[in-house]
């Protein structure tokens, strides 16, 4: 019985390295957030490596990506990060919602949330772990982009309009 269940295994793993996620490999920056903000060499380089594999439309993939589940895994990664964070299509979002955005890059990097652990994990991205001045650098940096906001906008156009629980939005 255990061969049989071993041999079924076996052939299920086989037959799904055979199947690939769709890759996420555009380089369509129209809407990327340096045509609208700031962001500096030193800033660009950090998020580079430690953000914009999961947060962005392009994915630099490890070599492990060839291998199912793993492929799948990643995919799955890679579209949960995009769907909380897009740096490529970070200025279609409303202003209110751009504003709360980088205070999120603020307090997920400051409570040490972002980058993920299973990202980092077992020395894999070790470039992706970031130092205290790393961190710092986000974090000021995002503080800016918020302060240039407020500078230009009413303030209660940066702030995003809570929901009723039929959808409608209210003040």
Not at 35 to 52: F, G, I, M, S
Not at 80 to 98: C, E, Y
């Amino acid at each position: 019985m255990l061969k049989k269940i071993a041999l079924g295994v076996g052939v299920v793993l086989i037959l799904i390295q055979f199947i690939h996620p769709e890759k996420n490999l555009s380089d369509d920056n129209t809407f990327d957030i340096s045509t609208k903000y700031n962001v500096p060499t030193e800033v660009a380089n950090v998020l580079q490596v430690a953000c914009r594999d999961c947060h962005s439309n392009k994915t630099a993939y490890p070599w492990y990506n060839n291998i199912q589940p793993v492929a799948f895994f990643l995919a799955h990664h890679v579209d949960d990060g995009k769907r909380h964070l897009n740096f490529s299509t970070f200025t279609k979002l409303p202003i209110a919602v751009q504003n709360h955005k980088l205070e999120e890059v603020m307090e997920t990097v400051e409570e040490k949330e972002m980058p993920l652990e299973s990202y980092t994990a077992l020395g894999l991205h070790k470039e992706a772990n970031l130092t205290a001045a790393q961190r710092q650098l986000i974090i000021d940096w995002a503080k800016a982009q918020m302060d240039t906001l407020k500078a230009n906008y009413p303030a209660d156009s940066l702030v995003m309009k809570r929901r009723s629980p039929e959808g409608q939005a209210r003040d």
